[in-house]
């Protein structure tokens, strides 16, 4: 916690541990913290230099008291200064520092545009390799301050699945709004199927086509990667990082069309389902086979996508036209968008 404001561990040991006691000498501190005495002592007088604690005032009067006079010499006792008040100054500091960071990054990024060799490479670059993939991708996605929006189709080929997993989460846990449109054969990757429904619990908007043309990330609507052919790298993956411009903005409206026809995976329960009958509803279980079901997916896929037996999707899918009233799978998709089950 206090390593973001510029403490190394050692500092945040003992400062939190003073947090819990009144007072405390370096002999308690070294067994509250595990630390060695020499270590703990130069801590205390790194931390009373720097106005984070200060001398206990009992021990000072130790020091003038007529009474102790034949006590002999009492090891100093430390309490913390209030935090509100010194590690304020810590926390302006870190405030600069990043405010510096992100002049010197627009600044940078400015002078790479301009000063590129062609004049298209203030547009795009082309970057080539597995390595050299991945890297780009995850700065993408990890560099996004407010919106993702991806492609996905078919297996990954330079991005393993975990490490776009993991770079998903950083986006998803720092508030960034992801929007995903995949192809129906993304979901023929193995166990993809649970990774998304965990990705929309945690803030992920899924939605599913029939076919994209492409993959892609956009990240901010300032930068885009683009997949490119392998033949044309030979055998080796390789991509197009889009800066912004025409092409930029062709990409981000390509996605907000193919996201204006896709269908949501993975409805869950809410909202007007809350109001009605238990037994009057879909339960979130057949809402997804619903979902996968309207997008033209087979009994035997969605069965796998799901984790499910096809004789429980099947059954799903008869509770599902019971419900509806309906004698076919077209009845029950119109139902269903007519009784907003999704």
Partial sequence: MLQALGLGPAEEAVYTTLLAHPTASAQELVRQTGLEEAETTRVLLDLAARGLVAIAAETASRVTDPADSGAGPQPARYRLTPPSVALAPFLVEQRNALHRAETAFSMLT?????????????????????????????????????ELLVFLVGEPI????????????FALDHGVDFR??????????????????????????LRL???LPLKMVVSDRERAMVP????????????IVVHRSGLLTALVHLFEKEWAQARPLYATTTGVQAKAKADQRPT???????????AGISDRRAASQLGLSVRTVERRTR????????DSRLQLGWHAARADWL
């Fill in 110 to 146: 400015e002078q790479y545009r301009t000063t590129a060799a062609h004049p298209a490479g203030s547009v795009m670059e082309v970057v080539v390799g597995v390595e050299q993939v991945a890297h780009r991708f995850h700065q993408l996605q990890r560099g996004a301050q407010w």
């Fill in 158 to 169: 330079a991005v393993p699945r975990e490490a776009a997993d993991a770079s998903e989460s």
């Fill in 180 to 205: 995903v449109v995949a192809a129906k054969n993304y979901l023929d990757v193995p166990d993809v199927a649970g990774d998304m429904r965990a990705a929309i619990t945690a803030g992920l908007k």
């Fill in 209 to 211: 086509v029939e076919s």
């Fill in 228 to 239: 490119l052919d392998m033949t044309d790298s030979g055998g080796e993956p390789s991509a």
């Fill in 284 to 294: 979130e279980g057949e809402l997804e086979v619903l979902t996968l079901l309207l």
């Fill in 319 to 326: 509770r599902l036209m019971d419900l509806a009233g309906a």
